[in-house]
């Protein structure tokens, strides 16, 4: 597919387009030169403008609540929307065994190519530029945010709920695969298995799929 549609819904033209190819080439198709260090820049950049725009928009938070907004924004999840929302899937170089994995394992290389992406526009072009594609691209995100919101991720709700009846707390096993972080837990009989691009996305991600559970059959 052609990387100027890309560069369309990016609201971006790359002046080396070789950094965007970069950006897209997952290490399951070239070991040795793919998307890992880009991945790397991205995710400072990324975490340090949206840290300036709330510092700025709400200059009399504390430290801890300006943190979990921010975590709030950056989460794998919604940065899995965002390259939903641009298709990205579709221009990912990805070897074949990868190509046929589950949607849900692609979810952490689509975060990963996020923030390679936007490391490949900080070298392309400069902090501003940089700057703007994360604006725009978390433009909703950013206007939603409301220092009065609800920010605990699942693991800390899924805590507090078996702390509330006295259960066990689970204990998280997660493990470095191919393409992320698999993290596995067992409430009871039942054991609960998620992805993410980090480890902490990755236990994130299992505790959410517990809580559903949970709150689905107490319903």
Do not use: C
Not at 14 to 41: G, P, Q, V
Request: aromatic share 8%; hydrophobic share 35%.
């Amino acid at each position: 597919m052609s990387l100027k549609k890309l560069q369309t819904k990016l609201k971006y033209e790359f002046k080396n387009i070789e950094l965007l190819k970069l950006a897209l080439t997952h290490k399951s198709s070239n070991n040795s030169l793919n998307n890992e260090r880009l991945e790397f820049l991205g995710d400072s950049i990324l975490n340090s403008v949206i840290s300036i725009f709330l510092f700025k928009k709400f200059p009399s938070e504390k430290e801890g609540l300006l943190t979990m907004m921010r975590s709030h924004i950056v989460k794998g999840e919604t940065l899995t929307s965002k390259a939903n929302e641009i298709g990205l899937i579709d221009f990912i170089q990805l070897s074949k065994g990868t190509a046929n994995l589950s949607k849900n394992r692609k979810n952490s290389i689509l975060e990963g190519s996020i923030e390679s992406i936007i490391g490949a526009v900080f070298l392309d072009s400069s902090w501003d530029g940089a700057n703007d594609l994360i604006l725009s691209l978390f433009k909703k995100e950013l206007s939603l945010i409301e220092s009065n919101q609800e920010f605990r991720d699942s693991k800390t709700e899924l805590q507090e709920l078996l702390q509330s009846k006295k259960y066990e707390l689970p204990k998280y096993i997660t493990k470095e695969s191919v393409d992320g972080f698999n993290s596995f837990i067992k409430l009871g009989n039942k054991s609960y298995e998620a992805y993410g691009n980090s480890k902490r996305q990755a236990e994130i991600a299992v505790a959410k799929v517990a809580l559903e559970n949970l709150k689905s059959h107490n319903a």
